[in-house]
T-cell receptor
Framework: GDSVTQMEGPVTLSEEAFLTINCTYT??????LFWYVQYPGEGLQLLLK???ADDKGSNKGFEATYRKETTSFHLEKGSVQVSDSAVYFC???????????WGAGTKLIIKP | KAGVTQTPRYLIKTRGQQVTLSCSPI?????VSWYQQTPGQGLQFLFE???????NKGNFPGRFSGRQFSNSRSEMNVSTLELGDSALYLC???????????FGPGTRLTVL
């Protein structure tokens, strides 16, 4: 069945460092791909999405490109801030029921 | 535009009791999904309702049930609570079946 694999955390970086969080997927057909972020004590917020191959989703300085050939949707940001500390979830939506399939989440810690 | 609201935000119950959680979707959204989030299991899909009908169901025991009203508001019920039901319960709404899900802040349930 469909699945999403994220790099394990926590990922610890210094402020202004470059961020990459890896996400790969297995799916039949052509899924839509999402990154959600969860700040401490809160629900999930949609960060960005891409609905077809080679699409680039972007928001708040974060970017991810839908790579069909490598079945990947890696999250990147050029310069992270302490306020980016959160848990990041990669997810896909496909199939006849469009149910979201989730990765395990990657905790990001940014140190000043 | 108001976001997804969930009530109550926090609940403490004892084993054997039952609980009802409420979710009000974004205006105009007809689909509501429920998720359980725990540190050990991550995000797990409970069920999805669309136009008052349960469309999808996750792999949870029958103690977990839900419903959706004509105004798209949804409730989920957990009967005969167990310690393992302690979790953050998240509700998400979407306009249509293929649209992006938007999440509420969650209800933190603690079972003692």
């Amino acid at each position: 069945g469909d699945s999403v694999t994220q790099m394990e955390g926590p990922v610890t970086l210094s402020e202004e460092a470059f961020l990459t969080i890896n996400c790969t997927y297995t799916a039949t057909g052509y899924p839509s791909l999402f990154w959600y972020v969860q700040y401490p004590g809160e629900g999930l917020q949609l960060l960005l999405k891409a609905t077809k191959a080679d699409d680039k989703g972007s928001n708040k300085g974060f970017e991810a490109t839908y790579r069909k050939e490598t079945t990947s949707f890696h999250l990147e940001k050029g310069s992270v801030q302490v306020s980016d500390s959160a848990v990041y979830f990669c997810a896909l939506s496909s199939g006849s029921n469009y149910q979201l399939i989730w990765g395990a989440g990657t905790k990001l810690i940014i140190k000043p | 535009k108001a976001g997804v609201t969930q009530t109550p935000r926090y609940l403490i119950k004892t084993r054997g009791q039952q609980v009802t959680l409420s979710c009000s979707p974004i205006s105009g959204h007809r689909s509501v999904s429920w998720y359980q989030q725990t540190p050990g299991q991550g995000l797990q899909f409970l069920f999805e309702y669309f136009s008052e009908t349960q469309r999808n169901k996750g792999n949870f025991p029958g103690r977990f049930s839900g419903r959706q009203f004509s105004n798209s508001r949804s409730e989920m019920n957990v009967s005969t609570l167990e310690l393992g039901d302690s979790a953050l319960y998240l509700c998400a709404s979407q306009r249509g079946l293929t649209d992006t899900q938007y999440f509420g802040p969650g209800t933190r349930l603690t079972v003692l």
